[in-house]
């Protein structure tokens, strides 16, 4: 069976690690990956219609009124986008965990050494 190619949107403020993870994701299948490096980016590009969005917990900005990824989250859900939501973080705190996946997200992932292999895992499903 071949694989579905999907749209996916990376929100991560770390360029090298949003570089990796798509390159990863179009090693496995020739996904179509779009990143941006702000939240508000990513809501600017709704209309592309993302089939997933992977989405970093703490994303820092020079701009401090920026949103933080839980803030981003939500507007994600009051726009009403369909796409599949993965938060990713380094915080391995349970607060942290159950206010994302309250707010709307589906998974919750730590930041390390498998999370591009789960994450790609995720898209498949």
């Known amino acids: 069976m071949a694989d579905i190619i999907k749209k996916i949107f990376i929100v991560d403020d770390d360029e090298?690690?949003?570089e990796a993870l798509s390159d990863y994701l179009t090693r496995k299948v020739q996904h179509s990956v779009l990143i941006f490096n702000?939240?508000?980016d990513c809501l600017l590009h709704l209309d592309k219609n993302p089939?997933?969005?992977v989405?970093?917990?703490f994303l820092n900005s020079m701009d401090k009124n920026a949103a933080n990824g839980l803030q981003i989250l939500e507007e994600l859900r009051k726009k009403k986008t369909t796409?599949?939501?993965i938060m990713l973080s380094?915080?391995?705190r349970y607060g942290v965990m159950l206010q994302s996946i309250q707010k709307g997200a589906e998974t919750?992932?730590?930041k390390g050494h498998d999370s591009f292999e789960k994450i790609y895992e995720l898209i498949q499903e």
């Open 83 to 85: 796409a599949k939501i």
């Open 108 to 110: 919750y992932l730590m």
């Open 16 to 18: 090298m690690m949003a």
């Open 90 to 92: 380094s915080q391995e």
């Open 51 to 53: 089939d997933v969005i």
């Open 55 to 57: 989405l970093d917990y």
């Open 38 to 40: 702000t939240g508000e």
